[in-house]
């Protein structure tokens, strides 16, 4: 099955500063490449995602970018607040509509 | 619109009884899932449906059975508990195709 690899597993920035996070894949056919954001108790959120087609897609102050040749993956975090702080995980899928995810990343705005 | 909801929230089993997780969406979505969530592991997949009356194993399976006899309920259900079946289970739904699944607030099982 899918394999999807999230690095790294902890990232702590300065508020204001800018947070990255990255993710490979390891089978070339999947296309379709959502973010989650999961607070304290709650369930994963989708922030925002991007389809094979598309090499970058921006909402505010979240960006994703896709690499296919490379099979990467990244989210990227603009201008962070304390209320970005949250486990994000990234995942992939082949359009069979499962989703295979990363381990997460817990992201700390320190203020 | 009340989403995915799961019940209950918490709960804790001794070795060996069973229980079913509920998972219940109001979205009218063909897609259900369940995953659990351990520390540090990310989300696997244990159950996935495409409608009602169908249903197929994801990663990690054994111990669990699921059904779906309507397209809104997907209930979870583990047999003999084990220790090893400790984790948080959440379900989640989608229409399908390239679209974003919406989670359950998650049931953090303790099998003790």
């Known amino acids: 099955g899918e394999n999807v690899e999230q690095h790294p597993s902890t990232l702590s920035v300065q508020e204001g500063d800018s947070a990255v996070i990255k993710c490979t894949y390891s089978?070339?056919?999947?296309?379709?490449f959502p973010w989650y954001k999961q607070e304290l108790g709650k369930g994963p959120q989708l922030i925002i995602d991007?389809?094979?087609?598309?090499g970058e897609k921006k909402d505010q102050r979240i960006a994703v970018t896709l690499n296919k040749t490379a099979k990467h993956f990244s989210l990227h975090i603009t201008e962070t607040q304390p209320e970005d702080s949250a486990v994000y995980f990234c995942?992939?899928?082949?359009?069979?509509?499962?989703?295979?995810f990363g381990a997460g990343t817990t992201v700390t705005v320190r203020a | 619109n009340a989403g995915v909801t799961q019940t209950p929230k918490f709960r804790i089993l001794k070795i060996g009884q069973s229980m079913t997780l509920q998972c219940a969406q109001d979205m009218n979505h063909n897609y259900m899932y369940w995953y659990r969530q351990d520390p540090g592991m990310g989300l696997k997949l244990i159950y996935y449906?495409?409608?009602?009356?169908?249903?197929d194993k994801g990663e990690v399976p054994n111990g669990y059975n699921v059904s779906r006899s309507t397209t809104e309920d997907f209930p979870l259900r583990l047999e003999l508990a084990a220790p090893s079946q400790t984790s948080v289970y959440f379900c989640?739904?989608?229409?399908?195709?390239?679209?974003?699944?919406?989670f359950g607030s998650g049931t953090r099982l303790t099998v003790v």
């Open positions: 089978d070339s056919a999947s296309n379709y």
């Open positions: 449906s495409v409608g009602a009356g169908i249903t």
């Open positions: 995942a992939a899928s082949k359009g069979d509509y499962k989703l295979s």
């Open positions: 991007i389809r094979s087609n598309v």
């Open positions: 989640a739904s989608n229409p399908g195709g390239w679209y974003g699944y919406t």
